[in-house]
């Protein structure tokens, strides 16, 4: 089993930047790619940035291009995502998970956090 655990969500103006953590214990860290969705209200969860377990592979979807950047720390069993230049669509809850494969689709994915609440205003 991995815990999973967000912090770091809040409410932002737009423009603004929030950094999102996710501390993961139980088993190895860098046993897992680590991946962060969001699911905005009435919409479907979406794959937002995955890392490999060593930083070196890293995906992200178009629209955070160039905005979000995906890290880790396996010393910490943190992975991070920093979000700048936040837009108003990107309001959603925002989860950490844990898989096995890198990649954009949420079944690769075993371990879920419980989400933090991520508001851009304008």
């Known amino acids: 089993q991995v815990q999973l655990v967000e912090s770091g969500g809040g409410v932002v103006q737009a423009g603004g930047s929030l950094r999102l953590s996710c501390a993961a214990s139980g088993r190895t860290f860098t046993n897992y790619a680590m991946g962060w969705f969001r699911q905005a209200p009435g919409k479907e969860r979406e794959f937002v940035a995955a890392?490999?377990?060593?930083?070196?592979?890293?995906n992200y979807r178009n629209s955070v291009k160039g905005r979000f950047t995906i890290s880790r720390d396996n010393a910490k069993n943190t992975v991070y995502l920093q979000m700048n230049s936040l837009q108003l669509e990107d309001t959603a809850v925002y989860y950490c998970?844990?898989?096995?494969?890198?990649?954009?689709?949420?079944?690769?994915?075993?371990?879920w956090g419980q989400g933090t609440q991520v508001t851009v205003s304008s």
């Open positions: 998970a844990a898989g096995r494969a890198l990649g954009p689709h949420s079944d690769r994915y075993d371990y």
């Open positions: 890392i490999s377990w060593s930083g070196g592979l890293i």
